[in-house]
């Protein structure tokens, strides 16, 4: 038991402090106002690649582009995003069948006129238009020409590139960051895992069989309820993606940290976090996909999350695992560092990732009172219904302080993570997923603490850690 209260533990890090610390980052990211446009046309555009709309639209834009008169054109600069969608009209119909999208970080849209010559886009070293598609899933610095066009009755604004966007560097450190940081914490969980604690499923069947119930089942249905009731199905169909996806992520550090600040059974928390750790290389892909598969907006790449969930997870936790099962001592003398690494990458992902992205939050219609507010009912209600549950199936209060702290909080890192890597191929516009996941990994440690002082009345226990 200790060597794994050394992973959730270091010198100084109070639970006094990270209320105080997620309580103002709330309260400041919530001051901000305004208005984003660009969305509607950027959802008309993913219909028609669809294939539910005009399949000419997109050779009918390219064509508008080219016989522009970009002499008169304004020159423009700005952050944003390149996006690319392709029609799946078929290739023998002639039509050019893809396109690319500059969005401004504002929200603001723009059509990107592409030369029809194919070895300025492909061959063309030097072009500012050489290989498009490794700018994908960049935040970049633009210097454009604008000039607006209307096509068929539509006002559209095209833009073509004076020189070839470059990455901002803080968008370069966090994509790699995320990716790092994620794999290392992987390994450090691993570092603390053996055989025996996937034995426990067998040694304590009902609180595993409860637990995992729970996450893979109630939970997600939790999200769907309150997406629907709340309207965000209907209104902002990615944040309702983005709350399935953080349900059906499995558990984490934190819920095992939680655990043991709250005296419950650490053992069977850990193992709860292990079993569904592997267990998400399924039900992650398959329960987004199911959930999400009756929305227009959204399309699911089933194979992208398995693939992530099995170089960000699966390897690196066999790789810990490995590591102490060969070499005992040194794995419990780097313990204490990914113990550290693990919370402060928590933290680096939300912060760094919210702070890159803070002319999000200015979009207080979509992130409102009603959005915190949801976020903070689905981890407090996951962990209310975790005890509920628990206590019905006869589950001692040391076991279900465990069992409900494992429904409520989920693995945040991980679920930004896949957000980030598969937001370009869902369409989701404003990184609704990667946002609602961070929220969620700032609020349920508020909630997770509220928890723990309401078991101390509601759950009482003998039972003390060693």
Request: with cysteine; glycine share 8%.
């Amino acid at each position: 038991m200790v060597r794994f209260t050394e992973w959730l533990w270091f010198p100084g890090f109070g639970a006094k402090r990270v209320k105080v610390l997620f309580f103002s980052l709330i309260i400041f990211f919530s001051g901000f106002s305004s208005v984003f446009a660009g969305e509607d046309i950027y959802r008309n555009l993913s219909l028609a690649a669809r294939g539910h709309g005009d399949p000419a639209l997109f050779q009918t834009l390219a064509e508008a582009s080219r016989k522009l008169d970009w002499e008169e054109a304004s020159e423009t600069r700005f952050v944003g995003h390149l996006r690319f969608l392709e029609s799946e009209a078929s290739l023998e119909s002639g039509y050019e069948t893809s396109i690319y999208l500059v969005r401004n970080v504002t929200g603001e849209l723009h059509i990107l006129s592409v030369p029809e010559e194919p070895d300025v886009t492909s061959a063309g070293e030097g072009s500012s238009y050489d290989n498009l598609p490794d700018l994908m899933g960049m935040k970049l610095s633009f210097v454009l020409l604008e000039k607006e066009g209307v096509v068929d009755g539509q006002t559209y604004s095209f833009v073509r590139f004076q020189e070839r966007p470059s990455q901002m560097l803080f968008d370069r450190v966090f994509k790699i960051s995320i990716v790092l940081m994620l794999f290392f914490v992987m390994i450090g969980m691993g570092l603390t895992l053996t055989v025996n604690d996937f034995k426990l499923v067998f040694l304590k069947p009902k609180g595993i069989i409860t637990g995992a119930t729970l996450q893979w089942i109630v939970m997600p249905l939790i999200a769907v309820a309150i997406g629907h009731l709340m309207g965000f199905y209907h209104a902002f169909p990615f944040i309702f993606a983005g709350m399935i996806l953080i349900t059906v992520s499995p558990g984490g550090v934190t819920s095992n940290l939680m655990t043991y600040y709250a005296k419950g059974d650490l053992a069977l928390s850990i193992s709860l976090t292990s079993f569904s750790t592997v267990l998400s290389l399924f039900f992650t892909p398959f329960l987004l996909a199911l959930y999400c598969a009756n929305i227009e907006d959204v399309n699911v790449p089933v194979g992208l999350i398995v693939q992530t969930i099995i170089i960000l997870v699966i390897i690196p936790l066999t790789i810990g695992m490995t590591v102490r099962s060969f070499w005992m001592q040194f794995a419990k003398r780097a313990t204490p560092f990914f113990s550290l690494l693990g919370i402060l990458a928590l933290l680096f992902l939300i912060l760094a990732g919210v702070l890159g992205n803070l002319e999000v939050f200015t979009d207080t219609e979509r992130y409102g009172l009603k959005f915190y507010s949801m976020v903070f009912l689905l981890t407090m209600l996951g962990m209310i219904v975790g005890a509920v549950i628990s206590k019905l199936f006869g589950i001692d209060n040391f076991q279900t302080r465990a069992v409900s702290l494992e429904t409520g909080l989920r693995n945040a890192s991980l679920a930004m993570a896949i957000a980030i890597l598969i937001q370009d191929h869902m369409g989701d516009f404003y990184s609704s997923m990667f946002i609602t996941s961070a929220i969620f990994g700032l609020l349920m440690y508020a909630a997770g603490f509220i928890s723990i002082s309401v078991f101390k009345r509601m759950l009482p226990t003998e039972k003390t850690l060693p």
